[in-house]
């Protein structure tokens, strides 16, 4: 295939923040009086829309809303935002895609201003047509935004690839007709998102590889 613009998921993706999520899941479940969890139950079981995920987990929704379970979700998730790392080698394969002629955007379930300041403290703004998020922060899903960012690029959504580390981010580009790569070293289990029959790395340096070549790839 010919690869002319990537769109990158961030969280689990290019941002090594699967730990954070369950630490503070965990807080929350603590919180709640229901029983912690582990990184192995979470990536089995994490999915979006996330209110489903939450349920699996024990919350019921008729004592509390989701609106408030979510924001306490957020708000310990916040309070160390800014501790994950990128995973291994992202900067580096960044440049080199954009020193390949590819065009990269990213495209989250999170909360837009949330992902900008993260993308912003990582130094990763430039190398970006858009960086796309959501107008809140209860990660139903990023479909329609999807949808219209493939309207305007300016490349067939053939010539798209969408990475990403969930089986949601294959259902998305199935919606918007572009190819997918999933990495499964973020927060969804190999057999999962195996099972969608998508293409699954262990890393985006393995993307990256069969994106352009091994031997094209310069890592940092």
Known sequence: MTVKHIIWDW???????????????????????LAPLTK?????????????????LGFDFDREPFVITGTEFINFYS???FEPRLHRHVTGILRTLRNSGI???????SKQAYLEGQIKYHG???????????????AHGKTEAGKAWIKELHC??????????????????????ADSALVSNGHTSHRRL?????KVFRNVREI?????????????
């Open 79 to 81: 309070d160390r935002a």
């Open 194 to 198: 195996a099972a969608t029959g998508a």
């Open 208 to 220: 990256a590889d069969w994106v352009v070549g091994s031997s094209q790839v310069t890592t940092d």
């Open 124 to 138: 990763l703004g430039d190398y970006f047509l858009r960086v796309i998020g959501q107008n809140d922060h209860y």
């Open 156 to 177: 067939a959504p053939q010539e798209v690839l969408l990475v990403g580390d969930t089986v949601h981010d294959y259902e998305v580009a199935r919606e918007i007709g």
């Open 11 to 33: 969280n689990g993706t290019l941002l090594d923040d699967c730990w954070l999520s369950v630490a503070a899941m965990n807080r929350l479940l603590k919180k709640h009086g």
């Open 103 to 109: 065009t990269q955007s990213v495209l989250s379930a």
């Open 40 to 56: 192995e139950r979470y990536r089995d079981i994490f999915t979006f829309p996330v209110i489903d995920y939450y349920r699996e």
